[in-house]
């Protein structure tokens, strides 16, 4: 297993097409080289990038950069800690200046106890960014309405929170983010409040293109091993989406025939 679906599936966003359907972030690791295991074991080809937490430009400190490689991983750069649409604009403007980044996520948060999206703010920042010619993964909550929204404003992905971030709780509305997955015609990827690796394969098996976690890998007693188990719980997720679930009956079906019994 390399975290690709076998027979080489991939899924496309802004014109990019990447096989891994595992994103990881690069914030609350111990330090820059177990980040770098962790996104390896995941089998990630993209990482999340908060600007405002990370060294991307100090040669006197750890760089990100010389142990989590540009040229190995696509760096997705995020407005982690902005409340505003100017700040998210701003902060991006840096990452595109640093690194040449245009696909971009945005947060705009509304709350420092739940971090939750203030999706007002969020619709108008989209707004900014694509006029600034930015190509936009945007963090959301799971409402099918705004979703909607920022799909119709040009948004390249629709990323619903699970749950509060960092809180672990695991997909708190599965009939939202099904919604979601429905009628979008963007990738839909949970993003944020992922616990465990039974939350990823959720996510998957509804039907979501991708996952994106950050804490529960870099919080895991064993991050290595928890990057390698969310690696093989999307894998599964997506195989049983493909595959296709039985129907739900409310009464047993034996599994033997009845024909023939003495």
């Known amino acids: 297993m390399d975290g690709t679906i076998p027979g080489n599936e991939t899924w496309t966003v802004a014109g990019r097409t990447f096989t891994s359907r595992l994103i990881v972030g690069t914030g609350k690791y111990r330090d820059y080289a177990q980040n770098a295991a962790a996104a390896e074991a995941a089998g990630a080809e993209i990482v999340t990038v908060a600007l405002r937490r990370v060294n991307l430009s100090d040669p006197n400190q750890p760089m990100l950069v010389d142990y989590v490689k540009p040229d190995r991983f696509t760096f997705l750069p995020n407005t982690a800690g902005?409340?505003?649409?100017?700040?998210?604009?701003?902060?991006?403007?840096?990452?595109?200046?640093?690194?040449?980044?245009?696909?971009?996520?945005?947060?705009?948060?509304?709350?420092?106890?739940?971090?939750?999206?203030?999706?007002?703010?969020?619709?108008?920042?989209?707004?900014?960014?694509?006029?600034?010619?930015?190509?936009?993964?945007?963090?959301?909550?799971?409402?099918?309405?705004?979703?909607?929204?920022?799909e119709d404003a040009g948004a390249a992905a629709i990323m619903p929170a699970a749950a509060p971030i960092g809180s672990g709780r695991g997909i708190q509305n599965t009939l939202n983010l099904g919604l979601i997955i429905e009628q979008s015609r963007v990738p839909v990827l949970v993003d944020a409040g992922v616990g465990t690796a039974s939350d990823a394969v959720l996510a998957m098996e509804l039907g979501c293109d991708a996952v994106l976690m950050n804490t529960a890998i870099a919080e895991a007693r064993d991050p290595i091993l928890m990057a390698s188990a969310m690696k093989h719980a999307v894998i599964a997720g997506r195989e049983a989406f493909l595959a296709g679930r039985m129907a739900r009956r409310t009464y047993a079906d034996p599994s033997s025939p009845r024909a023939g019994l003495i």
């Not at 200046?97 to 948060?109: I, M, N, R």
């Not at 420092?112 to 945007?138: N, Y």
């Open 82 to 150: 902005c409340f505003t649409g100017e700040d998210a604009v701003r902060t991006l403007r840096l990452a595109r200046e640093a690194g040449g980044w245009d696909l971009v996520k945005l947060e705009v948060l509304s709350d420092t106890k739940h971090l939750l999206p203030d999706m007002e703010e969020t619709l108008r920042a989209l707004k900014l960014l694509i006029a600034d010619g930015f190509q936009v993964m945007v963090y959301c909550s799971d409402d099918p309405v705004y979703a909607r929204k920022l």
